[in-house]
């Protein structure tokens, strides 16, 4: 061996682990849906778990960074072996191994894209013969040990007197095998799950049907707004339960088959109607939730209750007072939690408004018995200020850290304050939006049940900003003609910077009078913050002058486009304004514009009929005293 050879062979030993330990998969997931692969289904951070828990550009990209790794390490082992191609095999066993112990990944995509590079024909043969067998015999496990079967046979085939090459393929194929055994497979999650795994399920098919879990992306428009939230807290990493969605008009047969509740594993079945739950309106109560269904049987029934809760004479009019459309109804079913502790909690306590209080209200038992108002619950405030939430990103209080409380009752003080944390952590990931969570406590976690905008408080309207610039009071028909001026002013100038981001905000809502004072909506300013990539504690800085965090960079870089129009259109400001009145206001003065008096006949004024050619008269002079004169 060579100089050359010997670094060769360690560059292989040191860099194709590595390689295949960079979690670039978690990564592009991270990136993409904030979910972390490492916390949900399996915990395999591997192409399948990207595709479910990630989407379909998250699998693709997946599929893409793992196929590179494979082909780099076989093209670096050809540099430095060109004569010897059982290194290529070589390098690859060193990647699946850096891939397993540190990536958390069988290094299936690795092995395949590596092995098409080492020798295309060969791995053209493979997945022939594999695709036909699998084809035959329908069974996934089967058919993927029979292509790690084929692998080494045809390489033997192919080269059978290259020994070195067919050991490193056998060789390479044990390793898979073992891989395969050790770490399990989302596409093998089972549907009976506990609690403690609610995380591991995404979609699943039976026949041509799929059974969409709450670890997809969701659609409001589809299958309404509290999955849809659910969903998305979901892949936060709030620690919601474990959920399957009914969207409108499907069969629910599938989905009844693929569970199964028992009474030790009860499900809970609730409404998602889509219109549901929005900023200004919250259905909370008009539609029909079931608990404790620990059968088959019940599930189906519950599920059809669901539904024609949609119809019912009180739901209708609910809609019909706030001017809901007619649309359709979703279903939930969850994992029910068995609560040792439960209730309800207002990241802004509706009474006090806008301080620093959280009200919770909590007892002994599940959630339901408070939201159906059968007991009077225990009733807490909290004070979560800002400095409490600096420091971190996890919805989990820091250990040692105690919040100033009020009330008392059955609850744990310690509990209680870490439920008026995660609701203030919820209402910052909201945009500062005050938020109504349910929530409920087994014993060992902490299990948020659902969130919604507290609609009593949106939007929330401040005199922050409105005191300094429309101060004292103002009379109404002062505010009917500068109410459309000023909201007009804000609405072009966040058009010009925002473009098309700009679509959907209502400006008209900018400002409103109340007791003769100028009020700016502050809800719609932190929306447009947010969309300015500003962060989400602008409604706080908005309404209570909290600390504002310095924007990230690629926020600022993308308002540049929007920075620089508005700058033009400033520079432009004289030009426009000499343009617009040549345009509009000229024609409308000229149009406005009196005509000149026309002279009266000499009768008609008073004067004395003189010839044309006579001189006119002097003007006779006033009397001595008339003059003021003595």
């Not at 008009?249 to 609730?270: S, T, Y």
């Amino acid at each position: 061996m060579t100089l050359t050879q010997v670094w060769g062979a360690l560059l292989i030993f040191t860099v194709c682990p590595i390689l295949g330990g960079l979690p670039l998969i978690a990564w592009i997931t991270k990136a993409l849906t904030g979910s972390q692969l490492d916390q949900l289904g399996t915990g395999n951070i591997g192409v399948s778990a990207a595709f479910y828990h990630g989407g379909r550009l998250a699998g693709i990209l997946a599929v893409l960074s793992e196929a590179g790794k494979g082909i780099a390490a076989v093209l670096l082992a050809r540099f430095f072996f060109p004569s010897n191609p059982e290194w290529e095999l070589i390098s690859l066993i060193a990647l699946v191994l850096g891939r397993y112990w540190i990536g958390k990944g069988a290094g299936t995509t690795n092995a395949v894209w590596g092995f098409i590079v080492h020798d295309p024909a060969a791995a053209g043969l493979v997945f022939l013969i594999g695709g036909i067998s699998f084809t035959i015999l329908r069974e996934r496990q089967l058919g993927r040990l029979g292509v790690l079967v084929l692998f080494p046979l045809i390489l033997a085939v192919r080269h059978p007197h290259e020994g070195a090459r067919f050991v490193g393929a056998i060789s390479l194929a044990l390793l898979l095998a073992w891989i395969y055994r050790q770490i399990p497979d989302d596409l093998d999650l089972p549907a009976e799950q506990s609690q403690a795994n609610s995380q591991k399920m995404f979609r699943f098919f039976r026949g041509d049907r799929a059974i969409v879990s709450l670890h997809r992306q969701l659609d409001a428009g589809k299958v309404g707004a509290k999955a849809a939230t659910l969903s998305q807290l979901l892949r936060w990493g709030y620690p919601v339960p474990a959920g399957w969605v009914l969207p409108p008009g499907d069969d629910p047969q599938p989905l009844v088959e693929f569970l199964q509740p028992a009474p030790d594993k009860p499900l809970a079945v609730r409404s998602s109607a889509v219109g549901e739950d929005s900023e200004v309106a919250s259905a909370a109560g008009q539609y029909e939730s079931i608990l404790n269904v620990s059968s088959r049987e019940e599930l189906q029934d519950a599920i059809a209750r669901c539904l024609a809760s949609y119809d019912r004479p009180a739901a209708q009019a609910y809609r019909r007072d706030r001017h809901i459309g007619e649309d359709a109804m979703a279903v939930l079913v969850q994992e029910q939690i068995r609560g040792v502790f439960s209730g309800v909690a207002f990241s802004r306590d509706p009474i006090y408004r806008q301080g620093d209080a959280v009200a919770i209200e909590a007892l002994p038992g599940d959630c339901y018995r408070i939201v159906g108002g059968r007991v009077t619950p225990d009733q807490y405030r909290v004070f979560v200020r800002d400095e409490d939430m600096d420091g971190g990103t996890s919805w989990v209080m820091p250990a040692g850290k105690v919040l100033e409380m009020e009330g008392a009752g059955d609850v744990p003080p310690a509990l209680i304050q870490q439920v008026a944390f995660l609701a203030r952590h919820l209402e910052r990931r909201y945009r500062g939006v005050p938020q109504d969570i349910e929530w409920s406590y087994d014993g060992r976690h902490l299990w948020l049940l659902q969130a919604r905008p507290v609609t009593t408080l949106v939007p929330v309207w401040t005199r922050k900003i409105a005191a300094e610039v429309i101060p004292g009071l103002i009379r109404p028909l002062t505010w009917s003609i500068n109410r459309p001026l000023t909201c007009g002013v804000w609405g072009e100038i966040f058009t010009v910077v925002l473009g098309a981001g700009a679509a959907g905000l209502d400006f008209n809502e900018t400002a409103t009078l109340h007791y003769s004072r100028a009020y700016f909506n502050a809800s719609l300013l932190g929306e447009i913050f947010l969309r300015m990539g500003l962060p989400p504690e602008s409604l706080e800085f908005l309404t209570r002058g909290a600390k504002f965090s310095k924007p990230p960079l690629s926020s600022t870089l993308r308002q540049v486009p929007g920075l620089l129009r508005l700058m033009g259109r400033e520079l432009r400001l004289e030009k426009d304004f000499e343009r617009d009145c040549r345009r509009y206001f000229v024609p409308v003065l000229d149009k406005k514009a009196p005509s000149p008096p026309t002279p009266l006949p000499s009768r008609e004024r008073g004067a004395i009929p003189r010839s044309p050619t006579s001189p006119p008269s002097p003007p006779t002079p006033l009397p001595s005293r008339e003059r003021g004169w003595g």
